[in-house]
């Protein structure tokens, strides 16, 4: 099936510094992907789309600025945090669908705390 | 009002006991129905997937959708230890955009 690889698994960082999470489709191309954030006892909440070759698509209330989003080729797209706060500490997730009309496949997670 | 709804829990059961976790919704819109099942400090598996209303059963799973009454339901048959996760309701009216519940925390104890 569908796999998707994301990295790091859980990073710990500075107050000011940037983090980069990476997310994979191992083995099928995915034009669109999808990166969410999740807080504690809370629903995902959809960041951004990320689609190749063109900017993301950023919800409401996300600043595309902070959270920099690249999707270079169809198989890898970046969610970069930058100027990391301690209130940015979350644990974020990428998905894609491969392009079946079954669903999306998520990939493991990046927790991320910033000290 | 929140799009989706879904009970945090957490829910205790004994193994063997069947298990029914639920969805309600505003959007009468949705028609893609996902249950997904996420342990801890992992990413959503997908475990079922539906289109409007009706059942569909898979192994100890079954997935039921009341667009009459916007409620999505799962039910768990001869739950496992191994069944203890959070269960992730996510619906979508075009299959663009997924609205997830909160999740509920199962625990199935041995």
């Known amino acids: 099936g569908a796999v998707v690889s994301q990295h790091p698994s859980w990073v710990i960082c500075k107050s000011g510094t940037s983090v980069k999470i990476e997310c994979r489709s191992l083995?099928?191309?995915?034009?669109?992907m999808f990166w969410y954030r999740q807080f504690p006892k809370q629903s995902l909440m959809l960041m951004a789309t990320?689609?190749?070759?063109?900017?993301?698509?950023?919800e409401q209330g996300v600043e595309k600025d902070k959270f920099l989003i690249n999707h270079a080729s169809l198989t890898l797209s970046t969610l970069t945090v930058t100027s990391a706060h301690p209130e940015d500490s979350s644990f974020y997730i990428c998905?894609?669908?491969?392009?079946?009309?079954?669903?999306?496949?998520f990939g493991s997670g990046t927790r991320l705390t910033v000290v | 009002q929140k799009e989706v709804e879904q009970d945090p829990g957490p829910l205790s059961v004994p193994e063997g006991a069947i298990v029914s976790l639920n969805c309600t919704y505003s959007?009468?819109?949705?028609?893609?129905f996902m249950w997904y099942r996420q342990y801890s400090r992992k990413g959503p598996e997908l475990l079922m997937y539906?289109?409007?209303?009706g059942n569909k059963e898979d192994g100890r799973f079954t997935a039921q959708v009341d667009k009459s009454s916007k409620y999505i339901s799962l039910f768990i048959r001869d739950s496992q230890p191994s069944d203890s996760a959070t269960y992730l309701c996510?619906?979508?009216?075009?299959?663009?955009?997924?609205?997830f519940g909160s999740g509920t925390k199962l625990n199935v104890k041995p």
């Open positions: 996510a619906m979508s009216a075009d299959f663009n955009k997924f609205y």
């Open positions: 959007n009468s819109a949705f028609q893609y």
């Open positions: 990320s689609n190749e070759g063109s900017k993301a698509t950023y």
């Open positions: 083995d099928f191309q995915a034009t669109t």
């Open positions: 539906t289109y409007s209303s």
């Open positions: 998905s894609a669908m491969e392009g079946s009309n079954y669903g999306y496949t």
